[in-house]
């Protein structure tokens, strides 16, 4: 079954028309993140959340912003995409460190494939 | 800085070994992992490393070394659907992923 589900697996949106990607989760992981990932690069983090902890990085632009209504959901809201946004996203979870010891792995959605026309 | 290192793209023969090698320098260390990843698709778990040493797993072996900042992911008995992009991403101080550009595998029958 899967354990961390994203909707849709194929987005087609307008050049500034705003658009919301999905990510869901059954695993009670207290962490959420959204990366983006272009052809042939490494995923890019754009932000996570510790919980209710909204974690943004330094040089994800404005444009993107996040939701996280509940442990389990979690939003990317692409306000006004442009056509540089086309990209792979990827939403992950990961378990809380508990009592010192780590076992972090990522567990991946299969990801939204986002085109921008 | 922070940097992963890993080769862009490797070839190997259907049934034969590989090495995968990943140097990192990152500001602290808490796991390095290693993902699978189609064309097209999420990257899969493979494997993770914290302490020195070797972990198997059937056909796929990581090993690491933190005094060195080094990793590699050793597949044996290469089938065709091995084919892939194998990412190394580490886990700073910070509890963030650092990623590589992943290493494109190409078996050839």
């Known amino acids: 079954d899967a354990m961390v589900i994203q909707n849709p697996r194929y987005q087609v949106t307008q050049f500034g028309k705003p658009v919301t990607l999905s990510c869901s989760q059954t695993?009670?992981?207290?962490?959420m993140y959204w990366y983006q990932q272009k052809s042939s690069q490494a995923p890019k983090l754009l932000f996570h959340?510790?919980?209710?902890?909204?974690?943004n990085e330094a040089d994800t632009p404005d444009n993107f912003q996040s939701r996280r209504p509940n442990t389990s959901f979690c939003f990317l809201d692409i306000r006004s995409p442009g056509l540089g946004d086309a990209a792979m996203y990827l939403c992950a979870t990961s378990r809380e460190k508990t009592g010192g010891s780590m076992n972090t792995e990522a567990f991946f959605g299969q990801g939204t494939r986002l085109t921008v026309v | 800085g922070q940097n992963i290192d890993q080769p862009t793209e490797m070839t190997a023969t259907e049934g034969a070994i590989v090495q995968i090698n990943c140097t990192y320098q990152t500001s602290g260390f808490n796991g390095l992992f290693w993902y699978q990843q189609h064309a097209g698709e999420a990257p899969t778990f493979l494997s993770y490393?914290?302490l020195d040493g070797l972990e198997e797993k059937g056909r796929f072996s990581s090993f690491l070394s933190r005094s060195k900042g080094y990793s590699y992911l050793l597949l044996k008995e290469l089938q065709m659907k091995d084919s892939a992009s194998y990412l190394c991403a580490v886990m700073d101080s910070n509890y963030q992923l650092i990623w590589g550009a992943g290493t494109k595998l190409i078996i050839k029958p």
């Open positions: 695993l009670n992981h207290n962490v």
């Open positions: 959340y510790y919980d209710k902890d909204f974690n």
């Open positions: 490393n914290v």
